[in-house]
C-alpha cells in the first residue's frame, strides 16, 4: 500500500506575501515529507514461498494441496494476518524435480522469502529442501512423505504431516488386526506382495513396509516397481498374479492408481488391495473404476468420512473448500495442507513475525498441541529432526462412491469388509 503525500503549491500574487511566511511554510513542508513514509508495502505484508506441482503429471493432487495451504492463509488474513500484517504467498510451480531445485533457487533468491512451505510430492521436496537448508532458510514440508526429508539432518528442514514409516505402520497395523483375522489365517501366515511406482515416494514407502511387515512376522513375498508413466501394467499384474499372494500393497500416484486397478480387474487379481496415499483416494480414482473401485482399502492423511468428534474444524473446511472453489475436495490432501499451513502461519506469529532461522526452530518447538485438536485429527510435536510426531494416517475403503474411514476405531465410521471377488 503506498501512502500519497498531497503538498499545496503556492501561488504568490502580489508583494504582500512575505518572505518570512514563505520560509515558514517551506520549513513545515519539508518537515512533513522527511516523516511521511513512502510506502509500507514491506511492513505490511509477510511473504511466504508456496511451492507445489501446480502443471504437469502430478497436478492434479499438487493443485488440491495448493488449495488448502490458500484456504489458510484467506482465513489467517481475514482474522488480521500475522502480527497484523498481511501473509502473501509467492507461488512456485514444481512441474518436476528441476523445477523444484530452480523454483527453491528463484524464490530465496529473486522473491527474497524467508519462508517456504509446499509442495506433496517426495521427489519435488527432497530437491526443494536441500536447495533451502543449504541457504539456511526454513522450509515447512506440508503433504510428502518420503522418509529422508526429514531424516537428513537439515536443522531448517520440517514436516507437518506423517511419514512413509507411518503410513506403512498404519498398513501393517491394519493386516494384523483385521485382514489376517477376515481371511482366517495368523498374522504369520499372511502373504503380501507390493507394488510400487520408483519414485522417492513409491521406493520410500515398499522400503518403510519391507522392514515393518517383517519386524511383524508378515511374509513379502514380492517386489514390483514400476516407473508413474507406464501405459501398461499387465507386466506387473501378471507377476502379481503367479506371485498369490493374500494381500497386495500399492503405492500410486493418480493415473498409475487407475491403470493398475483397471488392469487387475481385467485380469481378475482379486485380492484385498491397500493402497498408499493420493492417488487411490482421488474422486476420479472411484469414478474411473465404477463398481470396480468397491472394496478398495487406502491409508491416505484423513479423509472426509470420518468421525467428525475426532476432527474439530473439518465441517467448517469444508464450507470454506465449497464456498471458495465451488466444488467438493479431491482429496483429504488440501484438508492436510490447511491443517499444516495453519501451523506455520502459528509458528511465524510466535517467532515474531520473522523468518530468524533460530526463531523459528525456537518456536516450532514449543508447539504442544494434543492429537484430535485439529480439523484433520492430528496433534503437533515436533522432534529435533523437525519431524512432527503426532500426525497420523488412517485406513479408508472404497464403498459404492464414497471413502469411508475404517480403521483405527476411534476414527472410523464404519468397520472394514472384505471386498468381493465378483
Excluded: C
Excluded at 504369520?188 to 519391507?210: P, R
Amino acid at each position: 500500500m503506498t501512502t500519497l503525500i498531497f503538498i499545496p503549491v503556492l501561488f504568490v500574487v502580489g508583494r504582500e506575501f512575505s518572505m518570512k511566511k514563505l520560509l515558514l511554510v517551506t520549513l513545515a513542508l519539508a518537515l512533513v515529507m522527511s516523516l511521511a513514509p513512502v510506502s509500507f508495502a514491506a511492513e505490511e505484508e509477510i511473504v511466504i514461498g508456496a511451492l507445489y506441482p501446480r502443471s504437469g503429471s502430478l497436478s492434479l493432487l499438487g493443485e488440491e494441496s495448493w488449495r488448502g495451504a490458500e484456504i489458510a492463509r484467506i482465513v489467517r488474513n481475514q482474522k488480521g494476518g500475522i502480527n497484523g500484517k498481511k501473509i502473501v504467498f509467492a507461488n512456485a510451480d514444481g512441474s518436476d524435480v528441476a523445477a523444484a531445485r530452480s523454483e527453491a533457487e528463484r524464490l530465496i533468491e529473486q522473491k527474497k522469502v524467508g519462508l517456504i512451505l509446499g509442495s506433496y510430492s517426495s521427489s519435488r521436496s527432497m530437491a526443494a529442501t536441500e536447495v533451502a537448508a543449504r541457504k539456511n532458510l526454513p522450509y515447512f514440508e506440508l503433504g510428502a512423505i518420503a522418509n529422508a526429508i526429514t531424516e537428513r539432518g537439515y536443522p531448517t528442514v520440517y514436516r507437518t504431516n506423517s511419514t512413509a514409516a507411518g503410513f506403512s505402520q498404519g498398513q501393517v497395523d491394519f493386516i494384523i488386526d483385521y485382514l489376517a483375522p477376515a481371511l482366517g489365517k495368523k498374522p504369520k501366515d499372511i502373504k503380501v506382495s507390493v507394488a510400487h511406482e520408483d519414485s522417492d515416494y513409491g521406493t520410500s514407502v515398499a522400503d518403510s513396509f519391507k522392514k515393518l511387515a517383517a519386524k511383524a512376522g508378515l511374509q513379502v513375498i514380492s517386489v514390483e516397481p514400476y516407473t508413474a508413466t507406464s501405459s501398461d501394467l499387465s507386466p506387473v499384474i501378471f507377476r502379481l498374479k503367479k506371485a498369490d499372494p493374500d494381500v497386495i500393497v500399492a503405492v500410486s500416484y493418480a493415473q498409475d492408481a487407475i491403470l493398475l486397478g483397471r488392469q487387475a480387474a481385467e485380469y481378475k487379481l482379486q485380492k484385498p488391495f491397500i493402497g498408499t496415499g493420493g492417488g487411490h483416494s482421488l474422486q476420479s480414482f472411484q469414478k474411473a473404476l465404477g463398481d470396480k473401485a468397491n472394496g478398495v482399502f487406502n491409508i491416505d492423511f484423513t479423509q472426509y468420512e470420518v468421525n467428525t468428534k475426532f476432527t474439530p474444524g473439518l465441517k467448517e473446511f469444508l464450507e470454506l473448500y465449497r464456498k471458495t472453489y465451488k466444488e467438493e475436495p479431491r482429496s483429504g490432501h488440501s484438508l492436510t495442507n490447511f491443517m499444516g499451513a495453519n501451523v506455520v502461519f502459528d509458528i511465524v506469529e510466535k517467532a515474531g513475525g520473522k523468518f530468524d532461522p533460530d526463531k523459528i526452530r525456537a518456536a516450532a518447538m514449543a508447539v504442544d498441541i494434543p492429537l484430535g485438536k485439529t480439523a484433520n485429527g492430528w496433534g503437533v510435536k515436533f522432534n529435533d529432526k523437525g519431524q512432527n510426531t503426532r500426525a497420523s494416517a488412517f485406513v479408508t475403503q472404497w464403498r459404492d462412491g464414497k471413502l469411508l474411514t475404517v480403521f483405527p476405531k476411534g476414527a472410523a465410521v464404519t468397520e472394514p469388509v472384505l471386498p468381493s471377488k465378483k
